[in-house]
């Protein structure tokens, strides 16, 4: 099926081209007007209904009216000369938020950007008085905006609102601060603007350079990047197009992610068919073009369809997690996957065919026998010391594994303090608890579904006030209807840090839980809350995910291989890969930066990229080295050339690959997870692909494939021909 689909592209190259070129355009079109519909930002909405924070959610919503796709600015307004806020201060501030909130905001447009592919988030603002500082330093005010807040048009409707608040109050001779996780991630964006652009130029710089110093080429160089565009356009619209169909909400970040992921395995992909193809062309000079490009993307395309469904196993078991966030990160890629392995059979080879030995202009490498490179010295040097080779990959990873002993897992955001939104909040827990302008908030109902009286929560309040870490209590409020309270509870910490998730999730909940009048049931929600139970969900989805998707992955493996012992080395050096990254990671920042731990989402990210990704340049060298050994010859020569002629293409892809993680260091809060994914797949790439795997080949032999191994073809057995009668003597067989 491979072949007929390669072989089908090549032979109708030009079409095909085209054929991607719409796809590209109507889905790249498609995906930018359904992505905003199919993704969500709040949290809270990804747990599981089980979980005491999703009911706290229910109710706000159904009870208090606050819309699921709300975002809270907390506006601190205060005297620009410094002194105290007096009685026409904070009349003057009252009018100013009144005027603020009966005007609307508008959402800036870009003037090339036609109005149907954005949707328009223009909208009033709900503004209300939130608390005055003790000391009158300051009054607070809760602005309350809807949209995702990574979205682009939101972020812009937040900066219109800001700009018309410092001018209304600036007015007023008040300054303002803003705070609050839209402030955060606007603060954040704005300040990693310029890191964010350049990192994107340098991994398109990169991938160029790469080409251009392997191939000599200018085609070479931006034929990937031009493919993987097409491609990933279309898998943008793919994905985006199947959530709207079937209901499944995506995270504001999988875009990105997405977009990151296809362009690493994208180039990974044409790269191993770029080299196969001038090796091809090398050795049969005579070949035409169009059916050499035809026998390598069979050949290959195999090898790469394999790897791509590692991918798609590791990512689709996702789809089992409880953390609606991963059940839907895993679907998403796997599909966008699926999509570039159908562009790996049949755009990319169709491009070689197109091209042809063009392709490779204006080097003249086609026309001379390869130089012997570091790569061939290498090769056989690994070939005469496999043990030596084996050794000092096996310390490498196992001195760096040894850092996952004592690690801790981090539940905190890793938010940016050094942001305008940070100094606010910061401002404002020098006079209130830090968690006011987020407090905790306890939500409770009547079991029987009868109204309540405000009164009947004093003993409640009385004893959240009691509890070691809370600020202030607020008197219990309820609803329209009267069948559900609400009890505000500002912590003295930072609502996003590990300590107010352990209070949230402890003591506070233990309070509701005994005190909460008879009758009633309570349930505790707000940020603190909310990360409490995502935490307690990712580690129940880790104990579920990572055996699913390594049986999943030894299953592919064991198909594509026809080995019982070749899966087993190859899942033991992934695993010794994985447990080495986790341990720099830890090394670095738990034992080198005093961090409170790595990221508690990094383990599962780990295992699923460095593992699933990896398990790609293991597939695509193993399966050439089981080639080799159907030569005649020793195992060993095999190895050394299976190790000469995919070296290269290993180590540009990892290198390319890396890169694109890389950039990931721009986004606010993913430089662990940047740095990890980076070290993971350089590992993967260079160490375990390129040294442990090929060593274990060479002192395995043809065992390495055991109970079937491959056999060097027989030379036909001549048939024996009775020379004539009238021959010679001293001519004779006989």
């Known amino acids: 099926m491979i072949r007929a689909l390669t072989g089908f592209a090549t032979r109708h190259a030009w079409k095909v081209i085209a054929l991607w070129g719409v796809l590209a355009m109507g889905l790249g079109l498609l995906g930018p007007m359904l992505m905003p519909r199919v993704t969500q930002s709040q949290t809270g909405d990804f747990l599981p209904k089980s979980y005491d924070s999703a009911a706290a959610l229910r109710i706000a919503e159904d009870n208090f009216g606050v819309r699921p796709d709300a975002v809270t600015i907390t506006v601190l307004v205060a005297r620009a000369d410094g002194a105290k806020l007096g009685a026409a201060d904070q009349k003057k501030i009252e009018d100013g938020a009144a005027k603020l909130a ?12 036609p ?25 607070l005010l809760t602005v309350e905006l809807t949209g995702n807040p990574s979205e682009e048009g939101v972020q812009g409707v937040y900066k219109n609102f800001r700009e ?3 001018t209304e109050f600036g007015e007023m001779g008040m300054r303002t601060g803003f705070t609050g996780s839209m402030a955060q991630m606007s603060d954040t964006v704005e300040a990693n603007k310029t890191a964010t652009t350049v990192g994107g130029a340098l991994v398109m710089g990169l991938i160029v350079l790469l080409n251009v110093l392997v191939f000599r080429s200018a085609l070479a160089a931006v034929l990937p990047l031009l493919a993987v565009g097409l491609i990933g356009a279309a898998a943008s619209g793919v994905v985006a197009g199947a959530a709207e169909l079937t209901g499944l909400k995506l995270d504001a970040n999988t875009p990105s992610l997405i977009s990151v992921v296809l362009l690493g395995i994208g180039i990974d992909y044409l790269l191993f068919l770029l080299f196969r193809f001038r090796e091809h062309l090398r050795s049969r000079p005579d070949q035409p073009a169009r059916e050499a490009a035809a026998e390598v993307s069979g050949r290959v395309g195999t090898a790469i369809t394999s790897a791509a469904l590692t991918i798609v196993a590791a990512f689709a078991t996702l789809g089992v997690a409880s953390f609606g ?14 999509v570039m392995l159908l562009g790996s059979l049949t755009l990319m080879p169709a491009l070689l065919a197109a091209c042809g030995r063009a ?5 003249r490498s086609l026309r001379r026998a390869p130089r012997e490179g570091f790569a061939a ?62 407090p905790t908030t306890v939500y409770l109902v009547a079991k029987d579904g009868s109204t309540l009286d405000a009164g009947r929560f004093d003993g409640l309040a009385k004893a ?93 493996l064991l198909l594509l291989l026809r080995s019982l012992l070749a899966p087993v080395v190859l899942m033991l050096a992934v695993g010794l890969g994985f447990a080495a990254t986790l341990g720099a990671a830890t090394l670095l920042f738990q034992h080198g930066l005093n961090r409170p731990g790595v990221s508690f989402t990094l383990p599962l990210v780990l295992f699923l990229f460095v593992v699933a990704l990896g398990t790609d340049y293991n597939i695509l060298i193993t399966d050439r080295i089981r080639e080799e050994m159907a030569h005649p010859g020793p195992a060993r020569a095999a190895v050394a050339r299976a190790v000469r002629h995919t070296a290269p293409a290993v180590a540009a ?50 065992t390495l494939w055991w109970p079937l191994r491959p056999t060097p073809p027989q030379p036909p057995t001549p048939r024996h021909v009775p020379p004539p009668t009238s021959a010679p003597h001293h001519l004779s067989t006989h």
Do not use: C
């Open 653 to 702: 892809a990892g290198v390319v690959l890396a890169g694109s993680f890389a950039t990931l260091v721009a986004t606010p809060g993913s430089e662990q997870m940047a740095f990890s994914l980076t070290v993971g797949i350089l590992l993967s790439a260079l160490v375990l692909s390129l040294a442990v795997v090929p060593a274990l080949a060479a002192l395995l032999g043809r």
């Open 102 to 113: 009966k005007r609307r905001v508008q959402m800036p447009r870009k003037a090339d950007e």
């Open 115 to 139: 109005d149907f592919l954005v949707k328009d988030h223009s909208q009033t603002p709900r503004i209300a008085p939130a608390a005055t500082a003790p000391d009158r330093s300051f009054e």
């Open 377 to 438: 010295r290498y090769g056989r040097f690994l070939a005469r010391r496999p043990l030596a080779v084996l050794a000092a990959s096996v310390a490498l990873l196992g001195t760096l594994a040894a850092g996952v002993v004592g690690v801790r897992m981090d539940y905190s955001l890793g938010e940016d303090s050094s942001t305008p939104a940070a100094a606010t909040a910061a401002e404002i827990a020098r006079a209130l608890p830090a968690g006011v302008s987020d």
């Open 164 to 166: 018309g608040a410092r």
């Open 464 to 556: 959240l006030s009691g509890v070691e870490g809370v600020g202030r209590v607020a008197p219990a409020v309820l609803s329209d209807d009267h069948r559900a309270a609400r009890i505000d509870v500002s912590l003295n910490v930072d609502s996003q840090s590990d300590r107010a998730r352990a209070l949230a999730s402890g003591p506070v909940r233990a309070a509701v839980a005994a005190h909460a009048p008879a009758g009633t049931v309570g349930h505790v929600g707000g940020t603190a809350a909310i990360f409490a139970d995502v935490a307690d969900a990712v580690d129940h989805d880790l104990a579920v995910v990572f055996p699913v998707a390594a049986g999943l992955i030894a299953l592919i």
């Open 325 to 338: 966030q991963f059940r839907a990160l895993g679907p998403a890629i796997a599909l966008a996957v699926l």
């Open 359 to 363: 392709m490779f202009w204006p080097s």
